[in-house]
């Protein structure tokens, strides 16, 4: 089972952008599934985006759709997400997740069908 382990948030400023990266270790990521979800105090994960195995399709939450994008480079092993136009309510521990398998869209949005973690990376967003 692959090990991922993402980087790259800190504390920004409103409008601001911030790429975050996901590396996985132990195995590759290129035939998997993978996801972002984000998690407030005291709140569920949850689904940011994902992108299809091959980077066949992508599909995104509503409320990052037009500022977020999700990208993979294989050859590194590596998930991004790029976030732009920041504002406070991104303030979250953001996680990525995979999962060696085709999901509908249905089952990208549920977190029982992902099995390898990452340990988060906290975004904090000044207002």
């Known amino acids: 089972q692959v090990q991922l382990a993402e980087s790259g948030g800190g504390l920004v400023q409103t409008g601001d952008s911030l790429t975050l990266s996901c590396v996985g270790s132990?195995?590759?990521?290129?035939?998997?599934?993978m996801a972002w979800f984000r998690q407030a105090p005291g709140r569920e994960h949850e689904f940011v985006g994902g992108i299809s195995r091959f980077a066949t399709s992508d599909l995104y939450a509503l409320h990052v759709k037009g500022r977020f994008t999700i990208s993979r480079d294989d050859a590194k092993n590596t998930l991004f997400l790029h976030m732009s136009s920041l504002q406070p309510e991104d303030k979250d521990g953001y996680y990525c997740?995979?999962?060696?398998?085709?999901?509908?869209?249905?089952?990208?949005?549920?977190?029982?069908?992902?099995?390898?973690w990452g340990q988060g990376t906290q975004v904090t967003v000044s207002s």
């Open positions: 132990g195995g590759s990521i290129e035939s998997a599934t």
């Open positions: 997740a995979a999962v060696k398998k085709s999901l509908n869209t249905a089952q990208s949005l549920s977190l029982g069908q992902y099995d390898a």
